[in-house]
T-cell receptor
Framework: QKEVEQNSGPLSVPEGAIASLNCTYS??????FFWYRQYSGKSPELIMS????GDKEDGRFTAQLNKASQYVSLLIRDSQPSDSATYLC?????????????FGKGTKLSVIP | DVKVTQSSRYLVKRTGEKVFLECVQD?????MFWYRQDPGLGLRLIYF???????EKGDIPEGYSVSREKKERFSLILESASTNQTSMYLC???????????????FGPGTRLTVT
């Protein structure tokens, strides 16, 4: 069973702090990893993709990938109330079913002013 | 910018009705997907299409069918709507990759369907 696990939260952080969102996945052969942000009542929006071990930075967002530990994370620096949303981790698994992305159920982030 | 549009944001239908949900993308993407999203269950793949007239079942295809007659348009059909099909329906598209890593997938705004 190929799974993507996320802590459902809610994760509450004060404005200006670093929010750390975590995701683990079951298939060591996975190669493509994505973070989506979803505001309440809206559709998921792609915010980061990462394919290699290490860090990838884009503005206030940093994605971190550790394939040996089967772990991908998203850091949001200088968190703003507008970052309050549910963050979905998505993984493309290897082998059968590799055509599709498998999504975690999401972590709800609340940034407190 | 990738643009994926869906025919309706909100839809209310009666049990037993045939329901059509339309999705259009303007980026010449080969791959298109239909998901439903329910609280506590996350995103679940209903069907996907990797090319015109091609379709594959996802994880929960029962009670649904799809049609892809043109590259830009992917339709989801509820043959006989039931109350347990009340959900948020999300369409997504993605360009075809040939051995590459990029599977970046873009979603439409969603259709919230209520079946009464």
């Amino acid at each position: 069973q190929k799974e993507v696990e996320q802590n459902s939260g809610p994760l509450s952080v004060p404005e200006g702090a670093i929010a750390s969102l975590n995701c683990t996945y079951s298939d060591r052969g996975s190669q493509s990893f994505f973070w989506y942000r979803q505001y309440s009542g809206k559709s998921p929006e792609l915010i980061m993709s990462i394919y290699s071990n290490g860090d990838k930075e884009d503005g206030r967002f940093t994605a971190q990938l550790n394939k040996a530990s089967q772990y991908v994370s998203l850091l949001i620096r200088d968190s703003q109330p507008s970052d309050s949303a549910t963050y979905l981790c998505a993984v493309r698994f290897s082998g059968a079913g590799s055509y599709q992305l498998t999504f975690g159920k999401g972590t709800k982030l609340s940034v407190i002013p | 910018d990738v643009k994926v549009t869906q025919s309706s944001r909100y839809l209310v239908k009666r049990t037993g009705e045939k329901v059509f949900l339309e999705c259009v993308q303007d980026m010449d993407h080969e791959n298109m997907f239909w998901y439903r999203q329910d609280p506590g269950l996350g995103l679940r793949l209903i069907y996907f299409s990797y090319d015109v007239k091609m379709k594959e079942k996802g994880d929960i295809p029962e009670g649904y069918s799809v049609s892809r007659e043109k590259k830009e348009r992917f339709s989801l059909i509820l043959e006989s709507a039931s109350t347990n099909q009340t959900s948020m329906y999300l369409c997504a598209s993605r360009e075809r990759t040939s051995g590459g890593l990029s599977y970046e997938q873009y979603f439409g705004p969603g259709t919230r369907l209520t079946v009464t």
